[in-house]
């Protein structure tokens, strides 16, 4: 069976753009011609590829034509950017990363980046389970994830550890704090999300049962912030830190311990030039982590 | 029909933790009590109300449940806080915020609110579409959101609106720009997600038919990050640029216009103590964006 490179596109714009409507715009065909495209595919296999909802969404015979589409673009677009050298022709790189490097080191892979005229980069923000639905989907080629189990015909390898600290205002740590060390059960506590267990993982351990007042803020920058107005403690990466503890805007809770989480790499086995560098760049920007 | 609170709780446990055994462990019941809980709401209503997939999600009828189950439970939390005055009784406070938002003026909401023992907030971080479903649902209380369309059941006014700049590294520029302008066809330039048309707006206006090279960066200090970086060219919140223009880090792409985002508050019609104490520092809070 084949598989026409027009119905694999199409199936990669309505997917992307998340409507029949929009993948059309974006191939400067029409509507019709897109869902002509689709139900080809679709009678060939004789599979649904794409679930009609709002937005699309591939069905599981539709992410395994979408991880195929999306490697046969990327080594076509480097075989024709090759083949037109002088036309910087940018080919895109997906690549997935947790909110907190984004935050902090992998800033650095963006200045990389931008000396390259013939790559664009396209980052997806998700936690490590979602990364591994990326990668199998072929969304992404490579994923910055705590997971060190390699996704199918992935290659992993360690970058290095994030280290978090517990901290919080000075103010808030001065009410919980006393003679007899931080009062757990009592302080406010700020988490990411309902995955982030770094916080409640030390109060467990310090077989606090209760669950003190909890905030949500799901966003890095916004969870750090929300530490520092004092909403309640939480486990902040150190390099997020920057002088926080030494100008006294921030105190570490001394009597807890810090927290490391391994990072690795999963990046699709692909003789892909582009994505040698990135993965290069990410090494490089890595070092500064924690070995 | 009569709903019971312990069939109600079960519904909003399964939903928050996304399995029936997470839910069973946060309500300390057996998770065969949760999943007949849940059976007997669905015979009652001789409707499905949560998918049983991974995770599980409300169907259409669990929605309308979860609402009123969760607005039952304001209620309710703040009645019980009253009648337990001292004991300074928390209760969650669920808020839908954009990224850009987060990142900027509404960090001073979590200011005041780090100063109220009795409120915890839950933030999601959420573009508008998303907003309203969140809304609807009763997953969120109030919401930030560019929509002025009021949801169902919903108040909402104008906060002000949030100017954006078009800006760019000067090496970046400097090297697309020239005597006649900015050369936008060829300027790559950075989007937050296949949502975020603000850049792609102002390239249609300048009859730019061509993509140019595009990066994706899903995460609002990220974006920035990027632009900074030279990765491309971006609309930047004003408020988030702090001193990039005066110190020269950044330069306003002279040519083109910004853009105006008008920003509201939409927020569930309920007489909640802390939830108009909420909305007044958000108000507060959006009295430094533009009228």
Redesign the interface.
């Known amino acids: 069976m084949r598989v026409s490179p027009e119905q694999l596109a199409a199936l990669v714009a309505v997917v992307?753009?998340?409507t029949f409507d929009a993948a059309a715009r974006h191939l400067s065909v029409s509507p019709s011609a897109v869902s002509q495209r689709i139900r080809a595919l679709e009678s060939r296999l004789g599979r649904v590829v794409v679930a009609r909802s709002a937005p699309c969404r591939p069905t599981e015979a539709g992410r395994v034509l979408l991880r195929l589409a999306r490697q046969q673009q990327l080594l076509e677009r480097e075989a024709l950017a090759e083949l037109h050298a002088g036309e910087h022709t940018?080919v895109e790189v997906a690549v997935a990363v947790n909110?907190d490097s984004?935050?902090t080191w992998f800033?650095r892979v963006?200045?990389a980046?931008?000396?390259w005229?013939d790559v664009?980069?396209?980052?997806?923000?998700e936690d490590q389970d979602h990364s591994a639905a990326l990668l199998r989907s072929g969304a992404v080629l490579a994923a910055v994830t705590s997971d060190p189990v390699a996704v199918q015909g992935c290659a992993v390898e360690r970058l290095g550890t994030m280290r978090y600290l517990p901290v919080a205002?000075p103010a808030?740590a001065r009410v919980h704090g006393g003679e007899r060390g931080t009062d757990w059960a009592a302080m406010?506590v700020v988490r990411f999300n309902?995955k982030d267990d770094l916080q409640h993982r030390l109060l467990a351990s310090r077989g606090v049962t209760v669950s003190p007042?909890?905030?949500?803020?799901?966003?890095?920058?916004?969870f750090v912030?929300?530490v520092r107005?004092?909403?309640g403690w939480g486990m902040v990466p150190r390099e997020q830190l920057g002088d926080d503890l030494a100008t006294g805007r921030l105190v570490r809770l001394g009597d807890a311990e810090a927290v490391d989480v391994p990072l690795h790499w999963q990046c699709w086995r692909l003789r892909s030039e582009r994505l040698g560098r990135v993965s290069a760049a990410v090494r490089a920007a890595a070092a500064a982590l924690h070995r």
Chains 1, 2 share one sequence.
């Open positions: 992307d753009h998340g940018a909110a984004l935050a800033a963006l200045d980046c931008a000396s005229p664009t980069v396209r980052l997806h923000v205002a808030l406010p309902a007042p909890t905030h949500v803020v799901p966003s890095s920058e916004g912030a929300a107005a004092g909403l």
